[in-house]
């Protein structure tokens, strides 16, 4: 139900997300560090997705802000494009500052018949496996893309990209199948790149 009056011209906000990344100003609005440790996790499916609660720990730092990492999960196709060009996956990590500001690290995910199988994970998820090495990365200010859309989320977008396997794509997609929201109009916000 929601799907069909998302997807139409009536936009919750003005502030929405996904967006294209095509078009970036340069400079960065922020330094981020990604702080990551081996971490528990723990599965469970949750709007159209298999999401990993993190246990806590793992935080990043953007500007002068310490936000903790919640939980992370995949959409594929990926939900931001650039030039109008989707990755097959994109990751999204989801923290939160003490005051409840929402930030989440997105990183796209190309395919790679070389990487890396699936391995047993009772020590704890090394979460540093799911990230590129660069922080260099696109920002905005965005919204939660799926239900209730709200907005206040700061994004950051890694360059860089990591690799999956294809099969494990592929199953992905036969469970829960494409699940990325289209791509928001920019409405006249920028997108910095650094
Ligand atoms: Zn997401």
Redesign the pocket.
């Known amino acids: 139900m929601w799907r069909g009056s998302v997807r139409g011209s009536s936009a919750p906000g003005t502030s929405q997300s996904p967006v294209d990344l095509g078009s970036p100003v340069a400079g960065t609005e922020g330094e981020l560090v990604i702080n990551y440790r081996t971490s528990l996790v723990f599965a469970r499916e949750a709007d159209s997705?298999l999401e990993f609660k993190v246990a806590s720990g793992s935080a990043i730092a953007y500007g002068r802000r310490r936000y903790g990492l919640n939980q992370f999960?995949f959409?594929t196709p990926s939900?931001h494009a650039i030039g109008g060009e989707l990755a097959v996956a994109?990751i999204?990590f989801?923290h939160m500052d003490r005051d409840g500001n929402p930030a989440?690290v997105a990183v796209f995910v190309d395919e790679n018949g070389e990487s890396k199988g699936p391995r047993r994970l009772e020590q704890g998820m090394p979460m540093g496996l799911l990230l590129p090495e660069s922080t260099t990365h696109y920002a905005y200010d965005g919204s939660l893309?799926?239900q209730p859309f709200s907005e206040g989320v700061k994004w950051m977008i890694l360059t860089e990209r990591v690799t999956m396997h294809p099969s494990w794509i592929e199953a992905f997609c036969e469970r829960y199948g494409p699940n990325n929201r289209p791509v928001q109009p920019l409405n006249g916000r920028t997108i910095t790149l650094g």
């Open positions: 997705t999960h959409h939900e994109e999204h989801v989440v893309t799926t």
